[in-house]
């Protein structure tokens, strides 16, 4: 597996725009001169012509648009019941919601259940008949899969993007201190309003939720050709323990018990310690620094994160610590679950 991309990335997500896009047509002249004969292209490429058609019109009918006061983003149809699973960071804030489909029906939604440190939430319809997706087995992905994104981008609702499977990722920071323990970077565009839509592969199946859009720092624009998305396995997973409890109750992520805030880049400062927890066993305290974890810097509360995302509960790991009268040392400690 790669190593992470921490430094290199900044991360944009695709939560809200306003309904209303301005759309600003431009009208182009044609060139004088002999129109060119047609030319007929390989039987190869009108067969993946072919496929991509059919996977979009296959798969359309189970990606929908899920908008609040806020604004707006995508959704899977998850199950038959009505369950629909997309990105916490497109329903924060809110408890109700319209969806609408595919063909342009509108119904009414309700927050099941959130899960903030994967980005995964799922809101719920009754009497929609909606068709749910296939949601395929990502760990079978390879680099070089043929990806195509279906979303909402600008509010344009079933719009569609293809690329490929670019690469897998561990512990991508997407801000505020949440970080994906594994993720899809694909060359389909994600653009605003994807987020918690639909990327599958050549077979229809849903292969991942597109959440991520890489951005460049210096350009402070969009990084084209990089996005990323949360594993299907991960999808299926906390998207089925939300349905089945309306919470997560196994999350599979490690824990330190403790809330931290940044210190300018030089470590981040313990601000409470959930007591009879790991970093209460290990005697963390409040006020303490804390500027590595597994031998990894700390330098702020993303980069914690990323850390603990590539971490399992029941590692043993050494934790470089300041204490507040400035005495330094390493402790070690056992990682919990991080609770749902």
Request: hydrophobic share 40%; aromatic share 2%.
């Amino acid at each position: 597996m790669p190593a992470p991309m921490r430094d290199q990335l900044t991360m944009a997500r695709g939560r809200g725009l306003p309904l209303g896009v301005l759309l600003v047509a431009v009208a182009a002249a044609l060139a004088a001169g002999s129109a060119r004969a047609a030319i007929t292209p390989p039987p190869g490429a009108l067969a993946l012509q072919t496929d991509i058609v059919e996977v979009v019109h296959a798969v359309s009918p189970s990606v929908v648009q899920i908008s609040d006061r806020l604004g707006l983003g995508s959704g899977i149809v998850f199950d038959a019941k009505g369950d629909i699973v997309t990105n916490d960071h497109v329903v924060t804030g809110a408890t109700s919601f319209t969806v609408t489909t595919a063909k342009g029906k509108q119904l009414p939604a309700k927050l099941v259940g959130a899960f903030r440190p994967d980005d995964l939430a799922v809101v719920h319809v009754s009497g929609g008949g909606l068709r749910p997706a296939t949601f395929a087995d990502s760990s079978k992905l390879q680099v070089g899969d043929l990806t195509i994104a279906i979303g909402n981008p600008l509010g344009l609702r079933s719009s569609v993007t293809q690329g490929i499977v670019s690469a897998f990722r561990e512990g991508i920071a997407e801000g505020g201190g949440v970080a994906l323990p594994s993720m899809i970077q694909t060359s389909a565009a994600i653009n605003p309003g994807n987020s918690g839509g639909a990327l599958v592969d050549a077979y229809g199946r849903v292969i991942g939720i597109p959440t991520l859009a890489a951005t460049d720092p210096q350009l402070g624009g969009s990084a084209p050709g990089i996005g990323f998305a949360i594993p299907s396995n991960i999808v299926k997973d906390i998207a089925g323990q939300i349905v089945a409890h309306g919470k997560v109750v196994d999350s599979h992520r490690a824990y330190l018990g403790v809330s931290v805030g940044d210190t300018g880049g030089n470590g981040v400062i313990v601000g409470s310690v959930v007591p009879g927890l790991p970093a209460s066993k290990a005697g963390i305290e409040t006020g303490d620094v804390i500027s590595s974890v597994g031998g990894k810097p700390t330098p702020t509360t993303d980069e914690l994160s990323s850390v603990l995302a590539e971490l399992k509960p029941g590692q043993k790991v050494a934790v470089a610590i300041e204490h507040q009268n400035g005495r330094k040392a390493t402790v070690h400690v056992t990682l919990g679950t991080y609770p749902g």
